[in-house]
């Protein structure tokens, strides 16, 4: 192919007539993590992101009131986010057809969607076809750590060991001694905040200052010691006592992460750029190029090893290539998948990496949707406290299928919750009455609510899966992906189980129960989609191997969550990182000794 070499848009300082040490491909949890890795270590390091670099701080406006708003945070006329009506009724791709100037996924929706129309893609630029699926993607540099939820969890030999435990799927070809000095590694680069609670389910991290929980989540936690379960302050990917990072704050506590979608203005919540990408390129070794869309992995027809990497800019719509001596996905893991099966050639007539037929296979994520609320009788009337001010609430681990075996379902579930006053009282929609009396009766229930949703494991089944869509494109032209996947009778039974022990716990607590949520939202609602290209230490029925590498092309690596096993019921992006962490070191060693 001609290299065309043509002055682009923002800040295109790449040299694209020499052969970096490595290319990276994605800028968010997982490329950032590459990069900061591979430049540690002395690499040159090109990073091509698909989409913009934006000025995240105007963007977020953290510290901004709804008041100050022309629109209470709401998008513009002509933007709408998808509901979760259409995403059940109409089948993708949802923009098709849409009246909407511009199409977001149903994190649009949430309160302060003018704080995302420039984060989440416009689904009438980026359709998907298939079956039913919530897919929220985030196109900027740092990807989804922009907005995410914060919650940073660790997985343990339950979940590594899966298969072990209760003979489905396949287990992780690492085990936690593998991958804990790793989480140890990010938990002191990033911060986080959380509190020691010794459990084998859930390890702790290396805990910076811990978020308070409020009375009504003290209460909780003192009935839930007593069945064996735990309620523990968020464990937030949040630097509550700094960190030695000038690009980062630490948690001033304002809890403008969890008012709007997300997005900290000051970086004590960790976010990719600031956490990751900036001091990589004040090494010097890092090289970055926005507006890159990654199509194509190119392979040396003479040793079927990758060469680089083809990409569309974004602005101009030209091909370029850029050549490196090693290939890392980090798109994320649909996107990493899809550029897998896109990187179709001679050798590889099944998409790169691909001899084993699994690319896009096993793909599995979180399932959500039942949760509780209650009332917290003795904080009706109490005086308003700062309950919101912090990056999270609480989490309650796992605790089914542990020691017990649960007759319905394997695997477990977790919960997130929430307590107290918040930035718009809870309950106001249904209070009854008007005027003083009205008013009054929310100020005195506002502090009063309690909820708490579930997370539950979703199988990795070989028979859900993606593949490239025969003839829908993007607006770049590239073959988008189609979804064949469907949550199955172990989510639906593991959801019923949800629904009913949330409430035992709150009533076993002495806590009104004022709502049972028993629906199971759309698949893909989590945000966490997983394992699409997984490890394994046989290649037929595997595309990686423990070090994320590709078992076909030794210069190639995916180290983003595509490459796990299994989806556990713990939030993926601290894993993600420790083994992208864990691989790009082992990468650079294998670099030096000239194995690659
Ligand atoms: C609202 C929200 C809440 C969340 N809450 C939590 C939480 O509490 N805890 C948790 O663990 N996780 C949470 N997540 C998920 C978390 O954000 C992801 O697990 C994490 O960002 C994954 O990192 P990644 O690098 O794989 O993907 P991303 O962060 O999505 O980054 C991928 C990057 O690759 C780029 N890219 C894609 N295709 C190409 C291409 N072809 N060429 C070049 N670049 C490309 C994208 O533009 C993007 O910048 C949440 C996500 C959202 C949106
Ligand atoms: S609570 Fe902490 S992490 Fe959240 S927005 Fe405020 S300073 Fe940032």
């Known amino acids: 192919m001609t290299l065309i070499r043509f002055k682009a848009s923002q800040e295109q300082d790449a040299d694209l007539s020499i052969t970096y040490d490595a290319v990276v491909v994605g800028s968010g949890a997982a490329g950032g993590m ?60 949802y923009a098709k057809g849409s009246a909407f100037k511009h199409v977001f996924s149903y994190v649009g929706g949430w309160g302060g969607s003018d704080y995302v129309k420039n984060i989440l893609v416009d689904e009438k630029q980026h359709p998907y076809t298939g079956t039913k699926y919530a897919w929220v993607r985030a196109r900027l540099l740092g990807g989804k750590t922009n907005i995410w939820g914060r919650l940073a969890l660790r997985l343990s030999d339950y979940d590594f060991k899966g298969k072990t435990h209760d003979g489905f799927g396949e287990d992780w070809p690492i085990s936690y001694a593998d991958i804990e000095p790793y989480y140890d590694k990010v938990d002191l680069y990033l911060g986080i905040s959380g509190h020691k609670e010794n459990l084998p389910h859930l390890p702790d991290s290396l805990f910076q ?15 839930l010691a007593t069945m064996g379960r735990t309620v523990t302050p968020y464990r937030a990917g949040v630097t509550t006592d700094g960190v030695k990072n000038k690009y980062r ?37 890092l090289t970055l190029r926005t507006n890159s869309i990654g199509h194509e992995v190119l392979v040396d027809p003479n040793t079927g090893k990758a060469r680089g990497i083809s990409f569309v800019d974004a602005v101009n719509h030209r091909t370029y290539e850029a050549k490196a001596k090693v290939v890392i996905l980090a798109a994320s893991t649909l996107e990493s998948a899809r550029l897998l099966l896109l990187s179709k050639s001679r050798q590889y007539p099944n998409g790169i990496g691909n001899s084993s037929g699994h690319v896009g296979h096993n793909f599995c994520e979180h399932v959500m949707g039942p949760g509780v609320t209650g009332m917290v009788k003795e904080q009706v009337g109490a005086a308003p406290t700062l309950d919101d001010g912090k990056p999270g609430g609480f989490y309650i681990p796992r605790f089914r299928n542990l020691q017990d075996k649960q007759p319905g379902f394997i695997r477990g579930y977790g919960f997130e919750g929430g307590s107290g006053f918040s930035i718009f009282p809870d309950g106001v929609w249904d209070t009854p009455g008007f005027g003083g009396q009205f008013k009054k009766s929310v100020r005195d229930h506002a502090g009063a609510f309690i909820g708490l949703g579930g997370f539950g494991e979703v199988l990795a089944r070989y028979e859900n899966q993606v593949d ?129």
């Open 34 to 93: 590459a990069a900061h890795v591979l430049t540690s270590q002395g690499m040159k390091v090109l990073l091509l992101e698909a989409g913009k670099k934006i000025d995240i701080n105007a963007e977020l406006r953290s510290m901004e009131w709804p008041y100050d708003h022309p629109r209470r945070g709401e998008g513009p006329p002509g933007n709408h986010a998808i509901r979760f009506n259409e995403y059940n009724i109409r089948k993708p791709p």
């Open 209 to 223: 200052r811990p978020n308070k929980l409020t009375a009504s989540e003290v209460k909780l936690r003192k009935s």
């Open 249 to 285: 704050s630490k948690c001033f506590g304002r809890g403008a992460c969890g008012r709007r979608p997300g997005g900290c203005d000051i970086h004590a919540a960790f976010d990719s750029p600031t956490g990751l990408i900036y001091p990589a390129m004040d090494t010097g070794n």
């Open 468 to 596: 490239l869509d025969p003839e829908v494109k993007d607006d770049w032209g590239i073959p988008v992906l189609r979804f064949n996947y469907q949550f199955g009778d172990n989510e639906k039974k593991m959801c019923e189980d949800m629904a009913a022990s949330g409430k035992e716990m709150l009533e076993a607590a002495g806590i009104e129960v004022i709502g049972v949520d028993k629906n199971i939202l759309t698949e893909g609602w989590s945000i966490h989609e997983l394992g699409t290209a997984r490890m394994g230490t046989d290649p037929k029925t595997s595309v990686l191997n423990q070090f994320q590498q590709s078992h076909d092309v030794k210069n190639l690596f995916v180290v983003d969550g595509s490459s796990h096993v299994s989806a556990s019921c713990q939030n993926p992006t601290w894993t993600i990182m420790a083994l992208a962490w864990r691989s790009c070191e082992h990468l650079a060693d294998e670099l030096k000794r000239g194995n690659l």
